[in-house]
């Protein structure tokens, strides 16, 4: 294969069809250098919604529009070759009704070339979910910790103790039956998370759930310690990069004030070196 050739990345029947198999592999990315160290490494890649925290200093994920998911979509996919984009369908954008949930999923997929879209909601949802796939909507639900509802939910609490779980469970079922293909659980406790796992017959992808389910997704920028504000419990940094940033910055400031950068090597003669002469 050439170095240009493009590998056929994963669709959303290859990824339904892991179920039970070897975990799946996902991180969030936002911009093409992100997606391109992780291309290789996931079987697909989720273009969140979290990128108004992460990247835009928003306090939720309720004031992500359209056009940024877009605008990060298509950054991502210029940054992977092997790997399926999946992307998040922002706040307001399908909780209306049926119709308008599929011209905003049709817009996203036809501008960010992703292979299916994700949504937050179970029962509620399953309609909406329904009518996308019926249509050629791929979708990924997400149920748990919806973080599009975190006022109705009071906070990022676990979500599915107690007389919690039924509902939980309920979700899980409904966005099976629904046609997702699969469904991230995100902060559910770890037996639910199991049993969801063992009871619908697509992948669960884990975030705060548990190893046992069939694949599981962070945060890039939590992972590699980017992102530093908070660190979630389920969150294991893998790296400390924000830290060693700060630290880069600080020596390069130093290096201005002291005139010490640009140094020699970084600056440009006021006259071209001679070639010398022809042989």
């Known amino acids: 294969m050439s170095a240009t050739a493009r590998k056929t990345a994963p669709n959303a029947e290859d ?19 992100m997606a391109r160290l992780m291309d290789d490494h996931c079987d697909f890649v989720l273009v969140g919604d979290s990128v108004g925290m992460v990247l835009h200093g928003l306090e939720s994920t309720l004031g992500v529009t359209m056009e940024m998911m877009i605008l990060h979509g298509q950054a991502v996919a210029r940054g992977l070759n092997s790997a399926m984009m999946v992307i998040d369908m922002p706040f307001a ?18 501008e960010t070339g992703a292979g299916a879209v994700k949504l937050e909601g179970g029962v ?12 050629g909507i791929p979708v990924m639900a997400h149920i748990g910790l919806t973080p599009q509802s975190i006022n109705t939910l009071g906070g ?18 409904a966005v099976a039956e629904a046609g997702a293909f699969s469904v991230v659980l995100e902060k559910v406790p770890q037996g639910l ?29 939590d992972m590699v310690g980017f992102f530093t504000a908070f660190k979630p419990k389920f969150v294991k940094r893998y790296a400390e ?39």
């Open 241 to 279: 990069l924000g830290p060693q940033a700060e630290a880069a910055i600080a020596e390069y400031a130093a290096d201005v004030r002291a005139r010490t950068f640009p140094a020699d090597e970084h600056v440009f003669a006021d006259q071209a070196p001679s070639k010398g002469p022809k042989a």
């Open 124 to 135: 509620e949802m399953a309609e909406t979910i329904r009518f996308l796939v019926k249509r």
């Open 93 to 110: 954008s399908y909780e209306h009704d049926p119709t308008h949930a599929f011209k905003n999923a049709a817009r996203l997929m036809a």
């Open 15 to 33: 990824i339904r069809t892991r179920k039970g198999s070897t975990p799946l592999v996902s991180l969030t990315a936002y911009t093409t250098p």
């Open 193 to 221: 998370a199991d049993q969801i796992t063992a009871e619908v017959a697509i992948p669960t992808i884990g975030i705060g759930a548990s190893a046992g389910c069939d694949g599981q997704i962070l945060v890039v920028d």
């Open 156 to 173: 990022y609490k676990v979500q599915g103790r107690d007389e919690q779980a039924k509902a939980v469970l309920a979700d899980a079922h």
